[in-house]
């Protein structure tokens, strides 16, 4: 995003500028001893307008914004962990003439969460806590919030704000994950939490594990998965050495299930059946 944006500023920098060589100041095109024709100016270089342009105030009008118009400037100009490669925080980018200074400021929560997954009844294959029959690991979790940080944004400046180091530990348990929310207005309240964290489900198309809030406030997110859910008790405490546990994506597949062919109850011969008939 921040690339994206810088790139952006530089357009409208470049786009402003005119070149005026092979143009002569009385209007009359130059001679050529040579007879050779005159190349032909350059086409000029298109100019992207900003989306939060600035006014004669010097900021961006946003009086009267929806929820959801606050949410997109967030969503837009708010830096994730994993898209700030350069720190291992967050930030907030100011571009001044592209996304502001916004004339109000906007109220954003960024909460950090803590997920301790338990492995529910039946993560061998049999009855689950939901009354169905599984192959794969079926989990609970408990969530609860570790870190809050309101900020007022106007993106006049940036700012940066620190991942929790004991939430974000390498050495953490493997029953542990994190959860980074940013949020418009109000922190969330437990009714506005995700009921389902998928755990190893992969990734969306956007390249990352989907979390349903149950909120439209919600700007953006981050999921940081536990890093082996499948040794944890169900009180959320580990009970094996991961290595000694693989996920149930990485165990193989039996392709020719003998249960599927039972053996049957009666036999024959093949000679027999080959044999020709005796005259």
Same mark, same amino acid.
């Given at each position: 995003?921040?690339?994206?944006a810088?790139?952006?500023v530089?357009?409208?920098?470049?786009?402003?500028?005119?070149?005026?060589q092979?143009?002569?100041?009385?209007?009359?095109?130059s001679?050529?001893?040579?007879?050779?024709?005159?190349?032909p100016?350059? !086409?000029?270089t298109?100019? %992207?307008?900003? @989306?939060?342009?600035t006014? #004669?105030?010097?900021?961006?009008d946003? $009086? =009267?914004?929806?929820?959801?118009?606050?949410?997109?400037?967030?969503?837009?100009?708010?830096?994730?962990?994993?898209?700030n490669?350069?720190?291992?925080?967050?930030?907030?980018?100011?571009?001044?003439?592209?996304?502001?200074?916004?004339?109000?400021?906007?109220?954003?929560?960024?909460?950090?969460?803590?997920?301790?997954?338990?492995?529910?009844?039946?993560?061998?294959?049999e009855r689950?806590?939901?009354?169905?029959?599984?192959?794969?690991?079926?989990y609970?979790?408990?969530?609860?919030?570790?870190?809050?940080?309101e900020?007022?944004a106007?993106? !006049?400046?940036?700012?940066? %704000?620190?991942? @929790?180091?004991?939430?974000? #530990?390498?050495?953490?348990?493997?029953? $542990? =994950?994190?959860?980074?929310?940013?949020?418009v207005?109000?922190?969330?309240?437990?009714?506005?939490?995700?009921?389902e964290?998928?755990?190893?489900?992969g990734?969306?198309?956007?390249?990352?594990?989907?979390?349903?809030?149950?909120?439209?406030?919600?700007?953006?997110?981050?999921?940081?998965?536990?890093?082996?859910?499948?040794?944890?008790?169900?009180?959320?405490?580990?009970?094996?050495?991961?290595?000694?546990?693989?996920?149930?994506?990485?165990?193989?597949?039996?392709?020719?299930?003998?249960?599927?062919?039972p053996?049957?109850?009666?036999?024959?011969?093949i000679?027999?059946?080959?044999?020709? @008939?005796?005259?």
């Amino acid at each position: 995003m921040p690339v994206v944006a810088a790139l952006a500023v530089a357009v409208l920098f470049t786009g402003g500028c005119s070149s005026a060589q092979g143009t002569s100041l009385s209007g009359d095109p130059s001679e050529s001893a040579t007879g050779v024709s005159e190349s032909p100016s350059p !086409s000029p270089t298109p100019s %992207i307008t900003p @989306p939060y342009p600035t006014g #004669a105030s010097g900021c961006h009008d946003n $009086e =009267g914004w929806t929820v959801e118009e606050s949410r997109d400037w967030v969503r837009r100009f708010v830096d994730m962990p994993e898209e700030n490669h350069a720190d291992d925080g967050l930030r907030v980018v100011s571009l001044p003439g592209y996304n502001g200074p916004l004339c109000r400021k906007i109220t954003v929560q960024v909460e950090f969460w803590k997920l301790v997954y338990g492995v529910a009844n039946g993560a061998d294959g049999e009855r689950l806590s939901d009354g169905t029959r599984s192959d794969y690991y079926d989990y609970y979790f408990d969530i609860r919030r570790e870190k809050r940080v309101e900020l007022h944004a106007d993106a !006049s400046v940036e700012r940066k %704000i620190a991942l @929790p180091a004991s939430l974000y #530990a390498t050495d953490r348990s493997p029953c $542990e =994950g994190a959860l980074l929310s940013i949020t418009v207005g109000k922190p969330l309240t437990s009714k506005e939490l995700p009921k389902e964290v998928e755990a190893g489900a992969g990734e969306g198309v956007w390249g990352r594990a989907t979390v349903d809030f149950r909120s439209q406030r919600v700007a953006d997110y981050e999921l940081s998965e536990p890093s082996a859910p499948q040794v944890c008790s169900s009180d959320g405490k580990p009970t094996a050495d991961p290595a000694d546990v693989p996920p149930p994506s990485s165990q193989p597949t039996d392709l020719y299930p003998t249960n599927l062919y039972p053996t049957p109850d009666r036999s024959f011969d093949i000679d027999d059946v080959l044999r020709s @008939p005796t005259p």
